[in-house]
Nanobody, 117 residues
């Protein structure tokens, strides 16, 4: 069963940076595509970034392109999201998602990111 635990959220001022981490366990992490999503208050969950199982390709939502960087360490079973130049509209609960080669996967419990002065 996929287990994912996010960490690193918090309160940051506009223009600041945060680094989110997602610790994975109970599945073959190195074979899974990993993704970050977010959900702002009163809105649906939206895609943020994805990285292939080997880490050779990434993709980002237009709203975060050039500011956020997704990375993974298959030796440590972790995926990270480096967030720079944060804006108030980046405020949301950020979720880690694992997608297996069979189309199955799972979600973490989320970590709150608040961008405010």
């Amino acid at each position: 069963q996929v287990q994912l635990v996010e960490s690193g959220g918090g309160l940051v001022q506009p223009g600041g940076s945060l680094r989110l981490s997602c610790a994975a366990s109970q599945f073959a992490f190195s074979t899974y595509t990993m993704r970050w999503y977010r959900q702002a208050p009163g809105k649906g969950r939206e895609f943020v970034a994805t990285i292939t199982s080997t880490g050779d390709r990434t993709n980002y939502a237009d709203s975060v392109k050039g500011r956020f960087t997704i990375s993974r360490d298959n030796a440590k079973n972790t995926v990270n999201l480096q967030m720079n130049s944060l804006k108030p509209e980046d405020t949301a609960v950020y979720y880690c998602n694992a997608l297996g080669p069979d189309g199955l996967g799972g979600w973490g419990q989320g970590t709150q990111v608040t961008v405010s002065s």
